[in-house]
């Protein structure tokens, strides 16, 4: 027997039984499935997204907490799930908060053919209070529109996304563990739902958020990665999509992960050009921190968004954070291109001070040796380091607002 979660519509998502056998789909958590339908028989005029709507259904059977110390990044799950249908009839329909199931798709849904699919990655705090609190989700839902428009996907209020997804985090809170350094990692997402094989705009959307409770990145402290500069890959190029958060920019960059790491290197450093511009290095932006040849003035650099680069919110963090601490220091703060043979040349003559990734996931990464052309360029770490003072000292700021310790306006509590 059918159970509806919204008004009857022919693009409704409905809760429904699998309709295939179980094993040809993966198990999962519960016995449910979303059946998605895209086609629509409204003629209303389309609505955009509206939080008052919300219709929550709690989970009768909820999830044991795992063991903190036993959190693997994106393993875990929590017991609801944020959905909200679209089609291009009706616009946005009744969000709803729902037990966690899987989706059930019919094989001719465009996101698996043409890759119609957009996400975002953004974490929930709790601070000493106990009350849950979102850092910068404005700037994730400007980036959300963003990748969603390049695409043909719809777009959304950010207000009343960040609305729904402060409810969702805050109904969720209890798999949030209380210690420092552990959050719930939301993952916002936006699929094209439509049965077609024709290559166009798709007629109907799902948005969905999942959350994954997770600990500290380098739960033991922090451990500087070596790089492999690469060339022989390009991550993104100039007129792609590059600067939009697309699951299609993700999966080619897997083998030569791969095979950086099966000469020992963790990640890859991404060249562009004949130049070997210095782009991002594995799925996070990049800083450099040299002094100046000249002058000996230090500076703290990252690539300039020029359309390959991720708006990374970290990365804008990083960069508003620096020019209000260390620039009334004397550092000159820069978004500005730079080859690999630049900082080469930085490391020889004993110039390049520190080089780290920022992301969402770590905030910081330091980077203690790049591999390029057969030499092993250090990155201005001792043997006994596994950080450089910057990354320290940023890391310390972000978690500062982002756990509340700082009241500021990066910090939105739920």
């Known amino acids: 027997m059918l159970r509806r979660l919204v008004p009857r519509c022919a693009s409704a998502v409905r809760v429904v039984a699998p309709a295939w056998p179980a094993r040809v789909h993966p198990a999962a958590s519960t016995s449910r499935w979303y059946s998605i ?34 959190l693997v990044f994106g393993k875990e799950f929590t017991d609801h799930m944020l959905t909200v249908e679209w089609t291009a009839t009706d616009g946005w329909l009744e969000p709803k908060i729902v037990p966690y199931q899987n989706l059930s798709l019919d094989p001719a849904t465009c996101v698996l053919h043409y890759a119609f699919e ?94 994954s409770p997770v600990g500290p990145y380098y739960p033991t402290g922090f451990k500087a990665v070596s790089l492999e500069a690469t060339d022989y890959a390009v991550r993104a190029w100039p007129g792609g999509v590059g600067d939009k958060k697309l699951g299609a920019n993700y999966a080619p960059c897997i083998v030569p992960q791969l095979e950086a790491a099966s000469r020992g290197f963790q990640q890859n450093l991404w060249l562009f050009g004949p130049e070997e511009y210095i782009t991002e290095v594995g799925t996070m932006n990049l800083f450099v921190a040299i002094k100046d040849k000249e002058t000996g003035q230090k500076e703290l650099i990252t690539a300039p968004l020029d359309g390959t680069i991720l708006e990374g919110v970290t990365r804008d963090s990083i960069l508003s954070l620096a020019r209000e601490k260390l620039a009334p220091e004397g550092w000159k703060i820069s978004e500005r291109k730079l080859t690999m043979k630049q900082l080469h040349e930085a490391s020889l003559d004993g110039r390049l001070i520190e080089v780290f990734g920022a992301g969402t996931a770590a905030i910081v990464s330091p980077v203690r040796k790049i591999s390029w052309k057969g030499e092993l360029v250090d990155c201005g770490l001792s043997e006994h380091e596994e950080s450089g003072e910057i990354a320290l000292k940023m890391k310390g700021w972000m978690e500062g607002r982002q756990y509340g310790d700082e009241e500021h306006e990066w910090s939105f509590r739920c």
């Open 37 to 70: 339908h895209p086609q629509s028989v409204s003629t209303s005029k389309r609505t955009d997204l509206d939080a008052t709507r919300l219709v929550v259904e709690k989970t009768k059977s909820p999830k044991e907490l795992v063991d903190p110390a036993q």
């Open 118 to 211: 957009c996400f975002e990655g953004m974490k929930a705090y709790k601070d000493k209070d106990g009350e849950v609190r979102l850092f910068r989700p404005d700037k994730n839902m400007e980036r959300f529109n963003k990748s969603a428009a390049r695409i043909a996907l719809p777009t959304f209020s950010p207000n009343a996304l960040i609305e729904l997804i402060s409810k969702f985090a805050k109904m969720e809170n209890r798999f949030i563990p209380d210690q420092r350094g552990y959050s719930l990692y939301l993952r916002p997402t936006m699929i094209g739902t439509q049965k077609t094989l024709g290559v166009g705009a798709p007629g109907s959307a799902l948005l969905y958020v999942i959350a």
